[in-house]
């Protein structure tokens, strides 16, 4: 048994060591194979973490719905925008600015494609920067953790972000004001990556960014 840490807390769960795993064309040896006692009526059969492409380079491709896993940079990543990516804990984080006011508030956010979301603020982050009733609330979310925990979030409208220097307006946002066990200061979810052509180059920790044709649809 391991202790795996998420965003409503941690829980212990078993793991598998040695399994050969195939992606594609590719097989992929020696890797561990977490079990995971998600809450029955959850729509997925497994999850695919960032460290195991280790060294590769990640594209995704939202517009043709595409995951390209290579070894080097392709000759197009001059036309993106590149920001600094940051691992905290095995996990890709960028560096996000939230204005409250004139205010400029910075803070690394995660990069999780399984979250269907946009933008969640963890309770150490939100608390420390004093960010409930500081923007409209538009509704109330809940989620709830693999350990069963329940979390209350305030649906707030952030009138501005900063994401790798792109401006995005009245942006929603779950501003969690239940307190958990979580060291996750905040993440991004699918609902805002799938706006953007994003090639990950976990090697030299870079990021590269460009807007597709999905960065004005509505959220």
Do not use: C
Request: glycine fraction near 8%; hydrophobic fraction near 35%; proline fraction near 4%.
């Amino acid at each position: 048994m391991v202790l795996n840490s998420g965003g409503n807390g941690a829980s212990s769960e078993s793991k598998s060591l040695n399994n050969n795993v195939t992606l594609g064309n590719e097989i992929y040896a020696g890797k561990e194979v977490l079990g995971i006692s998600y809450p029955e009526g959850e729509k997925l059969d497994g999850l695919i973490g960032w460290n195991f492409f280790e060294d590769k380079i990640v594209e995704i491709d939202y517009e043709s719905k595409e995951l390209l896993i290579s070894d080097k940079l392709p000759d197009y990543y001059v036309r993106y925008t590149k920001t600094k990516l940051k691992f905290i804990d095995g996990l890709p984080y960028i560096n996000v600015t939230v204005y409250k006011g004139k205010k400029k508030i910075k803070f690394w956010t995660m990069l999780d494609t399984g979250y269907n979301s946009i933008f969640k603020v963890y309770y150490n982050t939100v608390t420390a920067n004093n960010l409930l009733n500081a923007y409209p609330v538009i509704g109330e979310s809940t989620s709830h953790g693999t350990d069963g925990t329940v979390v209350k979030s305030d649906y707030a409208l952030l009138p501005r972000v900063e994401i790798a220097g792109y401006q995005i307006y009245n942006m929603p946002a779950d501003l969690v004001k239940t307190k958990v066990d979580s060291h996750i200061p905040a993440l991004f979810g699918g609902n805002l990556l799938k706006r953007f052509h994003i090639i990950l180059d976990f090697k030299n920790k870079e990021v590269y960014l460009k807007p597709n044709i999905m960065i004005n649809s509505g959220f």
